[in-house]
Structure formats: C-alpha cells, structure tokens
C-alpha cells in the first residue's frame, strides 16, 4: 500500500490549527446547518468526545483505587503479604505452551532470522511461548533501566530515521509501515513515540516487535513512553485482558515494570525534541529539569509534587492556538501555545518539536509556525474514526540545497507519509460493518451506561423542567438536562432518535427514558444472592410489623394511622431491617400508591404474607390459610425455622413425620381436621418419601409482597448499579490481590476489598446486603470466582423486553420529589449550567427501524392499558370517597389470593 508524500514547500502552518479549539480540545470543524451534517462526523465527534471524558474518568479512577489500595496495603500487611508482585509463571500458563510449533530463539542474542519469522507467526495468530516472551521484556527492561529519561540520537548521513506515532494495539499498521519505509536496520533507524497498546486487540503482538528490533539494534532504535504505558489505562481500554487471556497475571506485572523503564524524550541531532504527549506549566523548564525528573513510577493524576506533574506532562499535554497555557479537559496534562513552544525550544537551543497523542485526520499536522508536529499512526483508530495514519521520516538537507525563506531555519528534511491499513482484524469488528456502523454501536453503549449511572441526577433535573408536571418534557429540556448533568456537550438532538424510543417528537416521556437501561445479572451465583437478599428482607419486615404497631401509635400524634415518608423511614431505620435509607423511601413510595406523602399503617402490616413455597398453586383457599397462621407463630413470635423444626422433631431422628407435623400444627393451636393436616405435612414434602427433612421444612415457607416487587427491583438495582459502576476498580484489586492469575481469591481477601470500596463511597450498601451476597459468591472450599462475579452483570434494554415503565413510573417520580423536598423547595429551582436550546432536529433525521408489534402484542398491550385505566378510576373514586369522609375505619386489604406465587426455592 503506497504512502502519499507531503513535500517540504512552503507551508500556511495556521491551517491545522483550524481544528483546535480554545482550551486544546481536538474539535472538526462542522456545519452550523444541520441539515447538512453527516451522520458519520456526527458520531466520530460523539465518539471522541466520549473518549476524552474517558481517559478523565480514568484518571480520577486511579486517584481512587490507589487509596482503596493503600487502605488495603495496610489491612494485608498484617498478615505479611504483599498486594502486587512478580513470580514465576502460572503451571496452567506454562500447559498452553505443551504443543508450541512457533519461532524459537536460539542462544541469547536477537537476529533478524527470528524476528521475521516471529512476525510470519503472529499474522497467522500464534502466540508467542512464554520463555522467550518473558525473556525479550525482561531484556528490554534490563536495558532501558540504565537510560537517562532523555536519549541522544545522531542520525549519520546517508542514513535516515523514522518517528512512528500511537499504534494502539494495531499490528497491520505497524506492518504497513514496514512495508512502505523498511524494517528497522543500522541506516533506517526508527523512533516509537509512545502508546504500543490497548484499543487494538494485538497490541502484544505490537510491543514484542519493537522490543524484538530495540534487542536486535539498540543504537538505531528508541521507543519513548506513552500514557497508555501504565497500568490503570492498560485495565481499562484491553490490553490487560490480552495479556492474561495469551499468557497470565505475572506477564502482565512484567510488562508494567518495562514500561516504567522507557525513556521519556528523544533528541535527535541535538536539534530535533520528541516525546508523547507534550510542554510543562513551568515555563522555565530546560532538558537538565527534565533529566532530572522521576520516571520509574506508575503515571499520576492530578497535582501534587513537582516532578511527578512533570511526567505528568510529558505524557498527556496538547498543543492549542492561544497564548499561554491552560489545565487539560483530559484531566491530566495541560494545553499550550505556540509561546510556550517558542520559549522552550529556544530555552533549550533546539529547531523543532514532534509529539504524538493525538488523532489526526490525515495522521499528522505541523503548527506553531511549523515548529510543533504530530504525528499519529493509528489508521481507522478504533474503527470509529477515517484517520490515516502517518509516520515521519526526517533525512539531513543537502548543503547545497536551495531553501526558501520559510524553512531556512530548519536543518532537516521532513518527510510525511499518510496511509490506510486494512486493520479490521485488530478489531473484533463484523467485517460487513462499517466504520460508521462501529462508531455507532460503540457511542451508543457508552451512552447508554452513562445514562444509566447518572439517573438518578437526571430523574431530579428533568422533574424541575416538567412544570405541567404531567411527566413529558420538550426535546430542548432534554438535551439541555443531559449536557448538564453529564457535562457532554454533544448533538443531544441529533442522537436522540436513536436514545428515544416510542416517544412522539418533542414529547419525551422522561420516566420511561430514565427506567429504559437496567442490570442484568446474567450468572446463577448472582442470581442466588438477589434471591436469598429479597427473602432475608421481606422475613424482616414480616415480623417488624407487629412490633411498629406499638411506635407508630407514640408517633401518630393525631391517631389517623397515617404517618409520613421520613417518620416510617425513621422508624424502619431503627430495625435493623438491611436497607439504607434511600431502599426505605423506595419501599414507602411503592406502599403509597396514591402519592398522598403518608403512609397507612395497616396497609403496610398487611403488606407481607407468609405463602407455601410450592411450584403449582394450590386452588383450595384453606392452604393459603394455613400458610399465613403458621407462619404467624413461626416469624412474628421470634421462633426460628430451625428451633421450631427441632421442638417438632419429637423421635429426635432429624426428620418429621406426618404424625408430627399433625402433633405440632395442634400444639401450635391451627385447627383443622386430620385429613388437612396430612395434606399440609405433604405438601411440605417434596420429594414424597413420607419423611420431611430441615431443608423441606426450611424451603416450605417463604414471605412473599403480595402487592407487588417494585421496591425489590429498585433495591437490587442499586446494589448492581454500585457493582457495575466500580467494576474496573474492583477487578484491579482483585487482580493486585490474586498474585498468581488464578481468578480466584480467598473469601476473606474478597470481603476486604469489598467493604473497604463501600466505606470509600459512603457504604450505600448495607451489612445484611454484603452478608447476603458473600453467601452466594463463595463456593465449598471459600474461594471466589472474581472474574465471573464481576462479569454476570451487564446493561440491558428493557424496553425490548416489553417491560412498561407504568408500573415503576410513580416511584421514580416520588424519588425525585423527595430530592426536591430535602433541598427545601418544592418549587422548580433555575436550571444549572444551563446551555443555550439546540435547534430542532431535521425532518430526515435517522430513525431506528423497530420490528412491528404482532397482533398478540397489540391485544396485550390493550388489555393491559385497560386493567391501567380501571385501576386509576377505582383510586379516583376511594379520593372522592376520602373527601367526602366516607373512609372506611379498617382499611381494605390491597393483597389476594390471586397475587400470591408459589416458587420453590
């Protein structure tokens, strides 16, 4: 594939510069007419803006999980282990290898021999073995451990040196470069820039290359470091997970310890400066500063001491076209302008610059007056984008060349190749895909997760727009809320037929689209523990409700059995009952259908039942009877389930009989003949053997809500939601703590690191709901398989299981109003942040295409709207009744028969 070369002429140098905007953030330049935008730049500049916020969040991640580390240091240091270190390779790494009929290095020396038949390997998918793999990082290592932090290079005519950009992970590319300018040699000397990984799924096989040519000529080739040589941006964006797939946990640590080796900057010729990202907030900085600086550390965040913002700085800073410098949008780094760039290089007796970090579409750009280049390698990066890539190639200018009056200055020859690689196989991309279509999918996904960490902000922000309070707001609203609360300043209305669905244009149903994403816990263990946590709570309030009848009554000042939101959860609080606060209000709005803001004490004694756990429902109404006396003895009097089965256990012989069932059930006061009695003690059994076992007896009896388990969803979400949220902080504590790749961790290492994560974020999670869950997670010899726990949670579309948002509508809007109440107004505040209304969305605006519901669904859908509209005419008429003062003393029971389930466990 041939590269396209750009001359050195006289070049207008401001033009590149078109593309930044005022605080350095990478902007492409757009249509204001929007009928006229494409959708392909739509989604690439989505895309990118999401990859910047990204790389913050990843920053303000690392802050966080290195206290959680630290505080987890401290809790492991007394039991004398050490969180992080490097062994010897895992035996199970060591049987991938049993068959190995890959490359072998013979000796201890490199040759070319080996490299290229190395490289043959890797593009038919070999993996590498793991001692020869271990034994090139570790030599790369060992010798770029004794380099300065800045290394010389002198490029000795005729000889010519190449400076290559990001790669990501991109193996063709760094092939198509080979292929175009030639591999690596003593005249063809190479410089990577920076960023070998993540993105692309090879980026292994990418740094065993260079590492391989760096081995081979050490003189000729140099790498520099990059921010994503670190190891918190490596768990993130893949490279961590492609290390431990191909080899294990303890090639990973290795690999980490040569990048905290590299060197941070190249200079060439004494003249040319190269590094990653790019200039320091201290304008004075010169090249002996910068010698001087730490580098043998993980990359930091933010600002602290002076050296370490240095490196800081080196790895993540931008170029922009004002004056001055600015803190980064990246979160990390800063923004600079061409005096800064003039200031240094004069400073520091140099010509030029060239960095890398950012994408370029045609793979690079020369600005500042030409003293500033970039040069970005990555073609199609992530298949979201149509950049090129580009490498440099920089040549001596013949003495007798004729220069004109703009590059005189210049004492070398810049030479710039522009190309696209066919790189699909770097990606696990459907090749009939588009890079459009990627785009989208990928900045839909992400989207879709932000929406839903952020709902909660964006339920209260979208009910202080609705002042019809009839739950729809206008597109305008919504875009404006969700640039505010997200802090995205994207097309929100150009993206919104593919976030919207159902929904008539400018009337956005914000419950439904709020509710619309939920987690799905995809794996039996997790399930267990939702399960086993409903039970645990619904068996507490069961018994709390004869006990609240007592406090209500000292709390009921004007004795109308109502009390409000914050005197039941007050009260609730008190009992221990496994939820936190906001799970109470969750359970009280559920409880408070008509949203009057109390809450009916008998309603909610009568709420929870006690229900046969039996898969078929029983049609004889006597045995749901049966089912609530018995448990009324069982659970409200305090008499545990294993207490009562030994009392009924007259023989001792850790079984029942259906005689002693029959004696109990007297004992306990249950009248009914013996016939009902026999058929209660066989219902229990389950396996109809004639003897009822503790796990029979236990499993019999379940409480059940018979009003219905919004409240439950809500309380399981929030659990899942602060699982899915911190999913990457847990796996790199997990994985610091398992020493040995093993996915697996010792109970005790597991709740550590759990509960201190839950401390760190202000314990939303409550003793019982952790308890509950290490219960389920654990298998017989008390280990934990963490990487499966983590990965049984994920995203989902409820709405294409035909869920309606109707039935949890009213409780996200009672959250919401609670929000407003505790901030003291229950009048719509002035919007935050508030952002100028985009225009209206075209007429030809994408839709997505939705299969057409059957008639099945239809009839379903009008029924079910018709049982809606019944409901709220019945509700209309008890507040008419309740006006009037026609309210019935006891109130009537909202449970029946016909609500209860019957599940075995």
Known sequence: MEGKVSEEKPVDYSSEEENLSEDGKKVKKLSRNRASRNLGEVWKQVWNELDIQGENDTIVMEAELQKLLDTLEDQQ????????????????????????????LEGEKINIGFILEMIAFFKKGGVLHYDIAKKIVERTAKLHDSCPNVVSHTIIPPSRFTVV???????????????????????????????????????????LTIYSFKLLYPQ???????????????????????????????????????????PLATIIDEKIFVLHGGLFSNSNMTINDLQKSVRKIDIPGGARHESERTLEEVLWSDPRVLDGWARSARGAGIVFGPDVTEKFLNNNKLEIMIRSHEMKDNGWSRIHNGKLITVFSASNYCRTNENKGAYVVITHKNSNEERDAKNAKFSHDYNFYSYTADNQIDYLVNPKRNTEDHARKQTIKILREKIYE??????????????????????????????????LNIPWLELEPFLIKDDPPGKINY??????????????????????????????????????????????????????????????????LGLSNDQLYDLMKSIDKDQSGSIDLGEFTERFQVSFNKIKEEKESWIQKAANEIGNILFREKRTIQAAFSEFDEDKNGALSYREVSLALTRLGVSYSDEEKTKI?????????????????????????????????????????????????????????????????????????????????????????????????????????????????????ETKKKISSSDYGS?????????????????????????????????????????KPSKKELKEREKAEKEREKEREREQKEREKEKKGERSKSPTSRFSLKNLSFKKS
């Open 165 to 207: 950009g990001d790669l990501h992970g991109q193996f063709v590319d760094l092939l198509t470069i080979f292929s175009q300018n030639g591999m690596p040699s003593d005249t063809n000397g190479y410089l990577f820039n920076g960023d070998f990984v993540d993105r692309g799924r090879r980026g292994l096989e990418v740094l």
């Open 77 to 104: 240091q007394q039991k004398q282990t050490k969180i992080e270190k490097v062994g010897t390779s895992d035996p199970n790494t060591q049987a991938k290898f049993k068959n190995y009929n890959g490359p072998t």
């Open 220 to 262: 000729y080739v140099y790498l520099n470091r990059g921010n994503h040589e670190q190891r918190h941006i490596n768990t993130k964006y893949g490279f961590e997970e492609q290390v431990r797939t191909k080899y294990d946990g303890d090639f990973f640590n290795l690999i980490q310890l040569s990048f905290r080796v590299l």
């Open 681 to 797: 003690a066989a219902w229990i059994d389950e396996d109809g053997n004639g003897e009822i076992s503790f796990k029979e007896f236990r499993n019999a009896f379940k409480i059940i809500d018979s009003q219905g388990s919004d409240w439950q969803d809500y309380m399981i979400q929030k659990v899942c939601g602060i699982l899915f949220k911190n999913k990457l902080q847990l796996q790199g504590v997990f994985r610091r703590l398992d020493s040995q790749g093993t996915g697996r961790l010792a109970f005790s290492d597991f709740k550590i690191a759990i509960e201190v994560l839950n401390q760190q974020i202000g314990s939303p999670v409550s003793p019982l709901q952790l308890r509950e869950l290490y219960k389920s997670v654990s298998d017989e010899s008390g280990m934990i398989e963490y990487e499966r726990f983590l990965g049984s949670f994920r995203l989902v579309d």
């Open 454 to 487: 952020n709902r909660h902000d964006l339920l209260v922000c979208f009910t202080r727009m609705d002042l019809n309070k009839d739950g729809r707001i206008n597109s305008e609203e919504w875009a404006n809320a969700l640039n505010s609360v997200l802090q």
């Open 811 to 851: 409780l996200a809007q009672g959250r919401a109003s609670r929000s407003l109440s505790r901030s003291g107004s229950r009048n719509p505040p002035p919007a935050q942040q508030q952002i100028p209304p985009q225009k209206p969305a075209p007429s030809h605006a994408p839709i997505i295409e939705e299969k």
């Open 511 to 576: 419950m439904k689209f709020v509710e619309r994403y939920k987690i799905q816990i995809d794996s039996e263990l997790s399930k267990d523990w939702t399960e086993s946590l409903i039970s645990k709570i619904c068996v507490k309030l069961y018994e709390t409700s004869g006990d609240l009848s007592k406090a209500f009554q000292k709390i009921d000042l004007n004795s109308d059995g109502c009390l409000t939101y914050d005197e039941f959860v007050d009260a609730l609080s008190k009992q221990g």
